[in-house]
């Protein structure tokens, strides 16, 4: 980290992500997530928000998941790592008192990203479909909840995340966003 640049935005936006059996998942797999998806959102925010906060401006925005409220038990890994980014954001905004610095994490449903497109190809690949066919039918069959019944796109992700980075959305502070076609299943 650059420690003379102190941004007025920062966009938490790193993870990773897999499918694997609990009984499978090796206590380095789990520090991994941990380290990857949870802590790495720590370090970056800690350097950037003090300095948010003594210029009394910036906003902190946290790429999260749907999954981090669901939770999967075909993922529990990157379940928890996104619950606890959740909630480091939501105690984070709790500093921001008083001040013109908000703490926000978006909660993308499922986005067609590379890693999805790996992913989806392995499934093609092991049960013999075409990836055409595959992704056709993923959301329907494996997320019935949603609404939009499709992959959102980055560029829906992206749109969220500049709202949340923009001053329009000022009174929006400590608040998971979702950006989810629907998936969460609740009113609120």
């Known amino acids: 980290i650059n420690a003379e640049y102190m941004g007025d935005v920062l966009v938490n936006n790193v993870g990773i992500f897999g499918?694997?059996?609990f009984f499978e998942i090796t206590d380095d797999e789990w520090q991994n997530y941990f380290d990857v998806n949870v802590m790495s959102t720590v370090r970056v925010t800690r350097h950037f928000l003090k300095s948010m906060l003594e210029r009394n401006s910036g906003r902190v925005v946290t790429v999260s998941s749907e999954a981090g409220v669901r939770g999967f038990s075909t993922m529990p890994q990157y379940s928890f790592s996104k619950a606890a980014q959740i909630n480091i954001s939501r105690s984070l905004a709790g500093l921001?008192?008083?001040?013109?610095?908000?703490?926000?994490?978006v909660l993308p449903g499922p986005t067609w990203t590379e890693g999805v497109e790996e992913y989806l190809n392995g499934v093609a690949k092991s049960t013999g479909q075409s990836i055409e066919h595959v992704t056709a039918n993923y959301v329907k069959q494996h997320e019935p909840t949603s609404i939009i019944e499709r992959f959102l796109t980055v560029e829906e992700i992206a749109n969220t995340v500049l709202f949340l980075s923009s001053s329009a959305s000022s009174g929006i502070n400590g608040a998971a966003v979702r950006c989810d076609g629907g998936i969460i299943n609740t009113a609120c």
């Open 19 to 21: 499918v694997k059996d």
């Open 96 to 105: 921001t008192r008083g001040k013109n610095v908000t703490v926000n994490t």
